[in-house]
């Protein structure tokens, strides 16, 4: 079920109270929570550990991404940039296929 979420601001004061007092905890936990699920799902790695893993350098990794094959994901509002391991492995099965 869908909630709705209703704002009567009035001036910038109150955007600011409801931007600061409000929703910073509601980003916070679930920020936490997604770094938690990384940690113990996998299923999403780094940068620094899909280039280790592939054994590849930033910027060759940066071409995969702009070549389309292999998608860049993040957390909304954040700049951390991380990989499906799923994705990461059906590249690397293609790579071998080939």
């Known amino acids: 079920m869908m909630q709705s979420l209703q704002l009567n601001i009035s001036n ?8 600061f007092n409000d929703l ?20 999403f790695i780094t940068v620094d550990e899909t280039i280790e893993l592939l054994d590849m350098t930033a910027p060759t ?5 702009k070549a389309g094959l292999l998608k860049k994901h993040s957390i909304p509002g954040s700049r951390r940039v991380f990989y499906k391991k799923s ?9 071998v296929v080939e």
């Open 87 to 95: 994705e990461i492995m059906k590249l690397l099965n293609e790579s």
């Open 61 to 65: 990794l940066n071409k995969l991404c």
């Open 12 to 19: 910038f004061d109150g955007l600011a109270g409801l931007l």
């Open 24 to 43: 910073k905890p509601l980003l916070e936990d679930y920020i936490k929570n997604f770094n938690t699920l990384l940690s113990v799902n996998k299923e």
